[in-house]
Nanobody, 129 residues
Framework: QVQLVESGGGLVQAGGSLRLACAAS????????MGWFRQAPGKEREFVAV????????YYTDSVKGRFTIARDNAKNTVHLQMNSLKPEDTAVYHC??????????????????????WGQGTQVTVSS
């Protein structure tokens, strides 16, 4: 049974940092790309970042480029999202997700939720101004 469990969310002031973690179990973790999505109140869930199965390829949505970094540790079955220079508009529930494939050839192809088949329950990130 595939399980994805996020942690690391919390309340932080604008300009601060948080590091989210997603622990995966029940799957051959190193065989699949892993992504982070977020959902703000009253908005649809949106793509944030993805890392390829081997960790060598990453893509980000434009609004977080240069501020967020996604990375994975295949030995520990975990994927992290380092979030720096946080803004109030980053406030959302952040979900990690397992992709259906190992690698995406571009940002456009990694964005659709239909490319992911397992989701974590999410962790709340609140950025105060």
């Amino acid at each position: 049974q595939v399980q994805l469990v996020e942690s690391g969310g919390g309340l932080v002031q604008a300009g601060g940092s948080l590091r989210l973690a997603c622990a995966a179990s029940g799957l051959p973790f190193s065989s699949y790309a892993m992504g982070w999505f977020r959902q703000a109140p009253g908005k649809e869930r949106e793509f944030v970042a993805v890392v390829s199965a081997g960790g060598g390829t990453t893509y980000y949505t434009d609004s977080v480029k240069g501020r967020f970094t996604i990375a994975r540790d295949n030995a520990k079955n975990t994927v992290h999202l380092q979030m720096n220079s946080l803004k109030p508009e980053d406030t959302a529930v952040y979900h990690c997700a397992k992709a259906k494939k190992a690698y995406f050839s571009g940002n456009y192809y990694a964005r659709p939720e239909s490319e992911y088949d397992y989701w974590g329950q999410g962790t709340q990130v609140t950025v105060s101004s």
